[in-house]
């Protein structure tokens, strides 16, 4: 019994908890928002922000599976094991987090806060469960415009939002439908989560192109 406990104490995701929760007030202080307010949208975006620098610095390894057309070989990899890792402990510590100091952004974003994460949970734990979690590595490059979203609401100096939608367009439209290609009929479970990633994706990007474009 206290070996298990052990276990579980000293679990990777358990441990990345921890850090999320650890880290959040100081990258507040880093990037000089509210630090008595906590109940608002910038400050939502910070963890956020943090995992997606993270997930696209691995979207050149995926670019290079691509590349040698192994993306969808199933190998052991340490880096799978860390994105599962990581992406779980995020989803989990983001919601967590979010109803301790932002809940009232979790509530008026229902569909990115708690229907996004706990899908993504979902997911994450029946990759893993099937042992698919090399899978994880097709979506890395999904965040790569999340990045500038996530800077354009930490930041006063930047707001490049010409940028933010190519980089949008590119990877979580064009991308998402060259991952419905790979999956097809190789990981149907795939291709179905993926179609309706596509849908919220193209949902997003609409109301982008209302807010900004037309």
Known sequence: ?????????????IILCRLWKIIYLPLLFMFDLSMINHDNVHNSHVLSLLYSIITSCISPYTFYLIYNNTIL???ASSIS??????S???FISDLIIGLEYYPTVLNNNILTSYIHHSAYIILLSYLKQHNKIHLLLLGMPYEIPTVLLN?????NYYNNYKLFGI???FFRIFYNI?????????YNDIFIFSIGTLM????WYFNYLKRYVF
Request: proline letters at 2%; hydrophobic letters at 45%; one cysteine or more.
């Open 151 to 155: 800077i354009r609401y930490v930041s």
């Open 167 to 169: 980089l949008f367009l």
């Open 81 to 86: 094991e860390f994105i599962y890792n990581l």
């Open 200 to 203: 919220i994706h193209c949902y």
């Open 73 to 75: 070989v199933n190998q």
């Open 178 to 186: 060259y991952v419905l290609y790979k999956t097809y009929n190789v």
């Open 1 to 13: 019994m206290i070996e298990n406990f052990t276990t579980y104490l000293f679990h990777p995701v």
């Open 88 to 90: 779980i402990s995020y």
